[in-house]
């Protein structure tokens, strides 16, 4: 199973930015849909952003929509979660999962679809 490393989390100010990296060593992301669940203090887990291997039609939850966006790089097999206007109520732990696929290659909508996880890296969005 592969284990994927997250990285670039901190913190910033309200309307403020990060970018977030998530990487494989040994293994090619090119073939897994990833996905980026986030948990806060005390509250459940909630996937805020998928995309295929395709890179078409990612897949964004109502509460990042028009602020954050998956991307991925091939060359350097990785896949970025850039979160621009960061509200406090974005302060929470990030994780990357991921999904092997082989056949389907669209964004995954349910936490339950991804089978490997990063150790997850801090986001904390305070003045």
């Known amino acids: 199973q592969v284990q994927l490393v997250e990285s670039g989390g901190g913190q910033v100010q309200p309307g403020g930015s990060l970018r977030l990296s998530c990487t494989a060593y040994?293994?090619?992301?090119?073939?897994?849909?990833i996905g980026w669940v986030r948990q806060a203090p005390g509250k459940e887990r909630e996937l805020i952003a998928s995309?295929?291997?395709?890179?078409?039609?990612?897949y964004y939850s109502d509460s990042v929509k028009g602020r954050f966006a998956a991307s991925r790089d091939k060359s350097e097999n990785k896949v970025y979660l850039s979160m621009d206007n960061l509200k406090p109520e974005d302060t929470a732990t990030y994780y990357c999962?991921?999904?092997?696929?082989?056949?389907?290659?669209?964004?995954?909508?349910?936490?339950?679809?991804?089978?490997?996880w990063g150790q997850g890296t801090q986001v904390i969005v305070s003045s």
């Open positions: 040994g293994y090619s992301l090119a073939y897994y849909i």
């Open positions: 995309i295929g291997t395709d890179d078409r039609s990612p």
């Open positions: 999962a991921g999904a092997y696929t082989l056949e389907y290659r669209g964004a995954y909508h349910r936490i339950s679809d991804f089978d490997s």
